[in-house]
């Protein structure tokens, strides 16, 4: 699969394959690329506690989900009539702290069993900023839009306090899951709302920890998302509409690139034949009851039984199954 790029050719000695079992944790690009990998047919757990944009509660949930450690209930916050911790996304919220509890508790666990045999952590950092609150200094993964005064200080992290924590959540890992690659990527989406200033010094600090891990790690890879944004896709004509998140363009170029970069022989084929059982997929004709479309529908099932073997299709089937029985009717 050909795909011109303006920067160095890629490559990693790392491949994955269609029985690969991918954990993708992080900035909402870890979101982008999980949900890709999902489409595809990987077998992906994405963002499993919402999106973390910090190295530090990244570490912390890392571990969380190595020890199954019980959840702070010092951490619960109650916000317009509603349960969130801060050491989740927002997502994770309930309506009592009971049911929140046992949010978590479940996501925790399902996290910590695909570990166990998880071939690749796909890990986006996102901010070096942090905050803490005032009360005990502790790290929040997420504010909850807490309003208040003296509740939270806010400050950038060193690149020793990054290095660290994420140093020893890896290494932790390793031991847990010898078998267990990481690939690191600097989210592309700029955190303007700390000015552009803050936002390159925060962005440089995670790509100095991310070059020192590669080096101290064998099982870890960097993918230059960051970098393909900034530098290869250098106008604002690949952004969204708020200039700040990468277009569907861009996305698409990013997400050509790491295929590329990371997918073996036999998954890159799968890929070229599965984007064509995906258009199939999304065809409407003119005129459902003709034989054309039937005939259509049923070579489109048994392109993709040839994969039943290989990866989970039965949505896709199901699919299928349900439009040739409407022709019946």
């Known amino acids: 699969m050909e795909f011109r790029t303006n920067i160095s050719p890629l490559?990693?000695?790392?491949?994955?394959?269609?029985?690969?079992?991918v954990v993708t944790i992080g900035s909402c690009f870890a979101d982008v690329m999980g949900t890709r990998l999902y489409h595809n047919k990987l077998k992906v757990l994405v963002n499993p506690y919402g999106t973390v944009f910090?190295?530090?509660?990244?570490?912390?949930?890392?571990?969380?989900?190595?020890?199954?450690?019980?959840?702070?209930?010092d951490r619960f916050v109650l916000v317009q009539d509603y349960w969130y911790h801060y050491d989740f996304h927002s997502r994770l919220s309930a309506s009592t702290q009971e049911e929140l509890t046992t949010k978590l508790e479940n996501a925790i666990q399902q996290t910590s069993s695909f570990f166990k045999k998880a071939d690749f952590l796909i890990l986006t950092l996102g901010t070096s900023i942090i905050?803490?609150?005032?009360?005990?200094?502790?790290?929040v993964s997420n504010c909850h839009k807490v309003s208040g005064q003296n509740i939270f200080t806010k400050r950038m992290l060193s690149e020793t306090e990054?290095?660290?924590?994420?140093?020893?959540?890896?290494?932790?890992?390793?031991?847990?899951?010898?078998?267990?690659?990481?690939?690191l990527t600097v989210s592309p989406v700029r955190h303007i709302k700390d000015t552009l200033i803050l936002n390159s010094a925060s962005k440089s600090l995670l790509r100095v920890v991310c070059h020192h891990l590669i080096e101290r790690f064998s099982n870890i890879s960097y993918f230059p998302a960051y970098e393909i944004m900034m530098d290869d896709l250098r106008d604002y004509r690949f952004y969204k509409a708020d200039m700040i998140h990468p277009s569907e363009v861009a996305e698409e170029y990013i997400w050509q690139l790491f295929i590329n970069t990371y997918m073996d022989k036999s998954m890159l084929h799968f890929l070229q034949e599965w984007a064509k059982?995906?258009?199939?997929?999304?065809?409407?004709?003119?005129?459902?009851?003709?034989?054309?479309?039937?005939q259509f529908l049923l070579n489109t099932e048994e392109k993709i039984r040839k994969w039943e073997s290989e990866t989970d299709v039965s949505e896709e089937l199901n699919e299928i199954s349900n439009r040739i029985k409407k022709l019946t009717v």
């Open 277 to 294: 059982i995906t258009q199939a997929l999304s065809h409407r004709p003119m005129r459902e009851q003709s034989e054309s479309y039937r």
């Open 11 to 21: 490559s990693s000695p790392f491949r994955l394959s269609l029985q690969s079992y």
């Open 162 to 183: 990054i290095l660290s924590a994420l140093e020893n959540a890896f290494s932790k890992l390793i031991v847990s899951n010898p078998n267990l690659k990481i690939i």
């Open 131 to 139: 905050y803490q609150l005032i009360s005990d200094q502790q790290v």
């Open 54 to 73: 910090n190295p530090i509660s990244l570490a912390q949930l890392l571990e969380l989900s190595l020890n199954q450690q019980t959840i702070n209930p």
